[in-house]
């Protein structure tokens, strides 16, 4: 055997002792490997780089929709908090003008409650007001009438100024008691 010879054997056996095949099976598969891969190659590598390439654009196509329907979903977002952000501020406004409302409801009520109290006040003013003049005028009459019946007594009795003085009195305690 010649060193070429032995060290193909020696290739061999530590191939067989390493992978447990011999030298001509594995190169008989690997042969058939080939052949394998050029028949697929030949035949069937188009239709699945086209596989492939259609799954890439696939994948790609959801990718881009995905973040398409991500920015709507955002833009959405927004519009939503823009609207709750519109709505919250025309509840504060229809709160604030509700409460200036009821303020304003409030003066204009208290002021027509002292407008008229003033006026019921200035009413029975003047009916007090009247009622004293009625009192007034019916003092004057009593007292012209009490000077009448006086002068008329003086005048038939011809009293003195002592008398009259007692007549007076009498006359006026006598219209106090009525």
């Given at each position: ?10 290739v ?103 407008a ?21 005028e ?41």
């Amino acid at each position: 055997m010649t060193t070429i010879e032995r060290i193909a054997q020696a290739v061999n056996d530590a191939i067989q002792a390493a992978l447990g095949v011999s030298l001509l099976d594995m190169v008989v598969q690997l042969l058939a490997t080939v052949i394998l891969v050029i028949i697929v190659k030949k035949y069937f590598y188009q239709k699945i780089v086209a596989f492939l390439e259609k799954r890439r654009l696939l994948m790609e196509q959801e990718r881009l929709d995905s973040e398409k329907a991500k920015a709507e979903a955002l833009a959405y977002k927004e519009q939503t908090e823009s609207t709750y952000q519109h709505l919250m501020a025309e509840q504060k406004d229809i709160i604030r003008k509700a409460k200036e409302k009821g303020e304003f409801e409030r003066h204009e009520i208290l002021s027509k409650a002292k407008a008229e109290a003033s006026e019921l006040q200035q009413t029975s003013m003047r009916e007090i007001e009247h009622e004293r003049e009625k009192v007034r005028e019916a003092m004057r009459h009593e007292v012209i009438d009490l000077a009448a019946r006086m002068a008329s007594k003086i005048i038939e009795e011809e009293l003195d100024e002592t008398k009259y003085e007692q007549m007076m009195m009498d006359q006026l305690e006598g219209s106090k008691k009525s």
